[in-house]
Structure formats: C-alpha cells, structure tokens
C-alpha cells in the first residue's frame, strides 16, 4: 500500500523568502513522486516529478524537490516566494509496479500563502 | 481554448436527483479519470478508462457511474445525489506512456441539498 502525508495544511511566508512544502510517503515499490500545484478556481498542474533519475528534481516556476530514501521524504522548496505562488500544493506517490494512473495517492494538500 | 472542458462548472441540486458532469478533451490522450477533491482529504479517484472499451472502478466509485462515449469524451453520473456527494469534481487526462503526469480540467463544484 502507498500512502502521502503532507505535514503543513497551510504555510506562510513573506515575499522574497524560502518556501519549504514538506511531504513524506509510503511505498511498497519503487515509488514515483509528483508535486502538482492548483491555483484557485483552476485544475492541478503538474510542477514536477521523480521516476528514480537525479534525486534533485528541478520543476517549473523555480521550485525543486528532493527525493530522499532514508528519510521517505520529497519535500518541495524554492529559494524565494513570489506572490504567484500563492495556490495549494499536493504531494503525489505512483508505485511504479503498477499501471499508470490508477495507483496515484494524493496528499491532502498544503496551502500556501504569501504575504507582501 | 482549454485541452480538458468539464461542464458544469457549478451546480446545485437537491438530494435524489440524477446528475451528470461531461467531460471533453482535445488532447489526443487515450487515458480518463475522474477524481473528487474534498478539503483536507486531496484527490480521490471515482472511475477511470485507458479506452473506449475499458473502465475501471477507483477507489471511491460507489453511488457514481461513468460513460466513455468517445476517445474524446468521458461522463460522470451521481444516479440519486446525496448531501455527501458535495464537493469539487475533476475530469483528468494522461498519455498510456507516462506515469501520473495528469492534465486536469477546470472542475466542476456540485453541491446537493
């Protein structure tokens, strides 16, 4: 079984400084992990994703995720916030022994604000 | 244009009504989900179809039903809405190769009475 637990319901932070979206999960496999981020009143979109390549992720919009094995964390960070980047984010596991797309587990999503 | 069209967008019903939220894409992709969001509780999948010709229950498909009329075009239907079924509906895309990369629709919010 595979499970997402996103540690922050909500964050906030100050234009200009760091973002920090943590997540952990669990997997039976080898797991693929995805960040995707939702604007309001808008879809998911996809930011980025690990599928056992470089462990340093580099997505869209100047974030990144680091995938870590010992600590089963992903956590998603960006050097300096922008106040576009005010949405939800959600943490996504795949099993990669499974078909693609049935087995996404979706976190229950970190809320981040960002103040002037 | 968007790439994945829901519709609605919104609505509201009352308890025991027959619903149905579509679905179209213009993506090309073979693969069709349908997610629900709930606040707190992320993206849950209802049904999804990798063709015409097969769908499958995810994993909260009770009391939802679902048509894939077309490579294009993939409906959901609440048979008798219920209170519960409040919430936020999402019609989803993917391509057979790549894994959980989703292209999502706009959404569709129905709440019931």
């Known amino acids: 079984a595979q499970s997402v637990t996103q540690l922050d319901s909500h964050v906030s932070v100050s234009e200009g400084t760091p973002v920090l979206l943590r997540c952990n999960y669990s997997?039976?496999?080898?797991?693929?992990l995805f960040w995707y981020v939702q604007h309001p009143n808008k879809g998911l979109q996809l930011l980025l994703k690990?599928?056992?390549?470089?462990?340093l992720v580099k997505g869209i919009n100047g974030f990144e995720a680091e995938f870590k094995k010992s600590e089963t964390s992903f956590h998603l960070t960006k050097p300096s916030a922008h106040m576009s980047d005010a949405a939800e984010y959600f943490c996504v596991v795949s099993d990669r022994g499974r078909n693609a797309g049935n087995m996404l587990t979706f976190g229950g999503g970190t809320r981040l604000m960002v103040k002037p | 244009d968007a790439d994945v069209t829901q519709t609605p967008r919104n609505r509201i019903t009352k308890t025991g009504k027959r619903i149905m939220l579509e679905c179209s894409q213009t993506?090309?992709?073979?693969?069709m989900y349908w997610y629900r969001q709930d606040p707190g509780l992320g993206l849950r999948l209802i049904y999804y179809?990798?063709?015409?010709?097969?769908?499958n229950k995810g994993e909260i498909s009770d009391g939802y039903s679902v048509s894939r009329q077309a490579q294009a075009k993939f409906s959901l239907s609440l048979e008798s809405a219920i209170p519960n079924q409040t919430a936020l509906y999402f019609c989803a895309t993917s391509r057979m190769s790549t894994t959980g990369e989703l292209f999502f629709g706009e959404g569709s919010r129905l709440t019931v009475l």
């Open positions: 993506k090309g992709h073979d693969r």
């Open positions: 690990y599928t056992s390549a470089a462990t």
């Open positions: 997997s039976s496999y080898s797991p693929s």
């Open positions: 179809s990798f063709d015409v010709k097969d769908i």
